[in-house]
């Protein structure tokens, strides 16, 4: 016959326990109930571009930059207003941006309104630029900001919009405005 197993571990031997600053306790105490995106900061945006065009697709894509350039962006100067994108060969380019100069960077200062080679994969130059040419659309740069230490670019395909388009999409964002101003108040909100 055989013996029944003991049930608990015999008193000599203690029984393995996590300790309380393993990662898996780490990582369940910092939990808040946040999405796990990745920090983003966002240096300059393009909000007149929303405004002038109709956005039909973006595309969030890298920037080559020189050490002076993202010393700059860090301190928050950078504009947008007049940025769009241009296909040249195989490559896009950023052109129109304003970087101003970093102060303490002296002889190694950079241009502040240089062209700025945008990375993309050859798949997106294809398709994205592609349409730009193809339809008559226009790549304009809506938003530039740091994700996870790195400067991207946010780039919108856009069409142009007339005058009375603008008036119509003034007229639409107010109406919106006014009926969810107005559920608020009725809620007590």
Not at 133 to 154: I, N
Request: hydrophobic share 30%; glycine share 10%.
């Amino acid at each position: 016959m055989s013996s029944p197993k003991p049930t608990r571990p015999p008193a000599g031997k203690p029984k393995p326990t996590k300790p309380s600053g393993s990662k898996a306790a780490k990582g369940a105490s910092k939990s808040s109930g946040k999405d796990d995106k990745p920090a983003e900061r966002v240096v300059a945006e393009n909000r007149k571009a929303r405004h002038e065009y109709e956005i039909i697709d973006t595309l969030e894509c890298g920037i080559a930059l020189v050490g002076s350039e993202v010393k700059s962006l860090r301190a928050g100067r950078m504009s947008l207003d007049e940025a769009y994108g241009r296909v040249e060969g195989n490559e896009v380019w950023l052109l129109g941006s304003d970087i101003p100069e970093y102060e303490k960077a002296n002889q190694l200062n950079h241009k502040p309104k240089r062209q700025r080679k945008l990375l993309l994969h050859r798949r997106e130059i294809a398709k994205f630029a592609g349409m730009a040419l193809e339809k008559g659309l226009t790549l304009v740069a809506l938003k530039m900001y740091f994700k996870d230490g790195r400067v991207k670019v946010l780039m919108g395909i856009g069409r142009g919009r007339k005058l009375h388009d603008k008036r119509q999409k003034l007229k639409a964002d107010s109406a919106r405005r006014d009926i969810e101003a107005g559920i608020k108040a009725r809620r007590g909100g």
